[in-house]
């Protein structure tokens, strides 16, 4: 079974940066692309970023293109979202997310395509 386990949210202002790491166990981690998605208060979840098994292909959301990077580490089971530049429009609880297999990477924005999620991690960013 796959588990998922997320950290690195706060409170930060306007500006700084944060790292959100994610871990997967249970299964061999360079098996799944991994994606991102939030969720601010009285919205839906929406996709941030994806990235495929090897970290050769990443893509993101238009809000956060040249702001976020998704990395990974398949020697570490860990997936990373790095934020900068961030804006009071970025709070939201951050998700990450296994998909089911290296064939759904092409649909990596639809959520139903995902078969483990993290806790979730809040980040608050203040003016």
């Known amino acids: 079974q796959v588990q998922l386990v997320e950290s690195g949210g706060g409170l930060v202002q306007a500006g700084p940066f944060l790292r959100l790491p994610c871990t997967l166990s249970?299964?061999?981690?360079?098996?799944?692309?991994m994606g991102w998605f939030r969720q601010a208060p009285g919205t839906e979840r929406e996709f941030v970023a994806a990235?495929?098994?090897?970290?050769?292909?990443?893509t993101y959301t238009d809000s956060v293109k040249g702001r976020f990077t998704s990395s990974r580490d398949n020697g570490k089971n860990t997936a990373y979202l790095q934020m900068n530049s961030l804006n009071p429009g970025d709070t939201a609880v951050y998700y990450c997310?296994?998909?089911?297999?290296?064939?759904?990477?092409?649909?990596?924005?639809?959520?139903?395509?995902?078969?483990?999620w993290g806790q979730g991690t809040r980040v608050t960013v203040s003016s």
């Open positions: 997310g296994a998909l089911r297999s290296v064939h759904y990477y092409s649909d990596y924005n639809n959520s139903g395509t995902y078969s483990a």
């Open positions: 249970g299964r061999p981690f360079p098996t799944y692309p």
């Open positions: 990235i495929n098994w090897s970290g050769s292909s990443t």
